[in-house]
């Protein structure tokens, strides 16, 4: 029988600080912001929503990872039904378990790891019921996920037999070489390809739904981030621009074409 796909489905920034955060994000892709105090001795943590639901959430960087020396960044989670057995299953593929599963009261249970080639995400093992999931073009949605990595084969690989995602084509991009493109579920979906040079270590990037890509880069620079690349069409059919926060966490933005 094939596997369910296990999607991402909650998204969480770790920053330097939490209330520039808020306000650029808000003010770029449009969430609404409320506070998270459903956990008991939990640091301060802000879920962002789209007018549909909660779409992730903010935090400051906790100090372990700060004096190691990460820099902000978004992470995703990936939706099981069994943590511990997700983690292990993760690890006696080759992959790594950054911390060990753990219970967040409240919330449900979850674990930091890395695929074989070192992009780092969660799992989530939520308390709370599943809820359905809302089309990949929901404005504030995630509605792509992109894996820079080292091997774009084994880690396609990885993803495809550890959580049940599909190939949904490759296209080859001359220098930049293959550019495998999944489904991991009806309505999430994305990329995976060897990482360039100037991306140092492998990682996971997430495309931010908004409405128009020239609107949303001018509301980036006015609130003190940078547009790295674009804007630039895809194939698709949509408008592509990646940027970076003031913190310096790397995200990007997509819009349909007008």
Request: glycine share 10%; hydrophobic share 40%.
């Amino acid at each position: 029988m094939p596997k369910s796909p296990q999607p991402f489905f909650w998204y969480e920034l770790m920053t330097t600080d939490l209330d520039a955060a808020e306000a650029f994000y808000t003010a770029v892709v449009g969430w609404k912001a409320e506070p998270f105090d459903k956990a008991p001795g939990m640091p301060r943590y802000i879920v962002v929503n789209s007018s549909v639901r909660g779409v992730g959430g903010l935090m400051t960087m906790p100090e372990e990872p700060a004096k190691m020396g990460m820099a902000p960044a978004w992470m995703g989670y990936i939706y099981t039904k069994d943590v511990d057995v997700s983690t292990q299953a993760l690890k006696n593929a080759g992959g790594a378990v950054h911390r060990a599963p753990d219970d967040i009261p409240g919330v449900g249970r979850f674990a930091v790891v890395a695929d074989p080639q070192g992009a780092s995400f969660m799992f989530l093992q939520p308390n709370q019921p599943e809820q359905p999931p809302v089309p990949a073009t929901t404005p504030g949605h995630v509605g792509w996920h992109e894996l820079y990595t080292s091997d774009w084969k084994a880690a396609f690989d990885f993803y495809s037999s550890q959580f049940g995602w599909e190939s949904a084509g490759q296209f080859d991009m001359g220098e930049m070489g293959i550019y495998q493109t999944f489904g991991a579920g009806p309505e999430s979906g994305g990329g995976i390809m060897n990482k360039p040079p100037q991306i140092p270590v492998p990682v996971w990037q997430f495309y931010f739904n908004v409405d128009a890509i020239d609107a949303a880069a001018k509301r980036v620079t006015d609130n003190g981030g940078k547009v790295i690349m674009g804007p630039m069409d895809v194939p698709s059919g949509q408008w592509i621009i990646q940027c970076q926060d003031p913190q310096g966490a790397h995200f990007a933005l997509l819009a349909p074409v007008r």
